[in-house]
């Protein structure tokens, strides 16, 4: 039986005319790395946002289930709650990263623990710590313009584990990247997520980020049309 950290069931998303979700089904392990792939359009990014708890279904629940036990019904959640689940349990890393480019490096990874209510030198300890594991020492002071592409996707890796999340979505986090600098990237995804134990869940147009992932669903029309496994 699959030891599943999160589980959805009938999702179905409508945009004005435009049918995102169509009763979908996904069952995500722990400890394993999936990717969601499809065309534009196809309805993988809104999959995301909806198993993530950023945007509420029409219809269909999504369940988390934390190692420390006890499923948490994402979908039943307030917008209160599901901000905390976000902030706390979830980490995300996205195309252009969303860091805060007025910040260094080392300030916007300590913000994500901040937030929590961790004191400003122990958040800085801990995200110095994450960023020299993803090969950014001596980076620390930099804002994110005077890094190149890799690096701020990098930083923006750190500030989504840096809370010590379970689960992180990655939408599209190779997307603004060249094919060297989107496989180096991928390599620290990879080491600092399914590498920890923790699980991954990445919305990819690129086959080759697809194919470096445990499992691969595509989607058309707002449904899941093939799974591949790894």
């Not at 860091?99 to 300590?110: D, F, G």
């Not at 379970?166 to 600098?181: K, M, R, V, Y």
């Amino acid at each position: 039986m699959i030891d599943s950290v999160l589980s959805a069931q009938m999702l179905t998303k409508t945009y004005g005319t435009t049918r995102a979700l169509a009763g979908v089904d996904v069952e995500v392990a722990r400890g394993e790395s999936l990717a969601i792939m499809g065309a534009s359009g196809s309805g993988k990014t809104t999959l995301l946002h909806v198993l993530a708890g950023i945007v509420s279904p029409d219809s269909g629940s999504v369940s988390f289930r934390p190692a420390s036990g006890g499923a948490v019904d994402v979908t039943a959640q307030s917008e209160t709650s599901r901000s905390k689940l976000r902030r706390e349990r979830f980490g995300f890393v996205f195309q252009q990263g969303l860091l805060i480019p007025e910040l260094t490096a080392i300030e916007n990874v300590a913000l994500a623990l901040m937030i929590n209510g961790m004191k400003r030198q122990e958040a800085t300890t801990h995200a110095a710590r994450w960023l020299h594991s993803l090969g950014l020492a001596g980076m620390e002071e930099r804002r994110i313009g005077e890094l190149s592409g890799g690096q701020a996707q990098r930083v923006a890796i750190a500030r989504a584990q840096v809370t010590g999340a379970e689960l992180i979505f990655a939408d599209e986090p190779t997307g603004a990247l060249d094919s060297h600098t989107s496989s180096e990237v991928m390599d620290a995804l990879l080491w600092s997520t399914t590498g920890q134990g923790r699980t991954l869940v990445v919305v990819t147009h690129d086959p080759q980020v697809a194919e470096r992932c445990s499992r691969t669903l595509s989607m058309r029309d707002g449904a899941i049309v093939a799974e591949v496994q790894a």
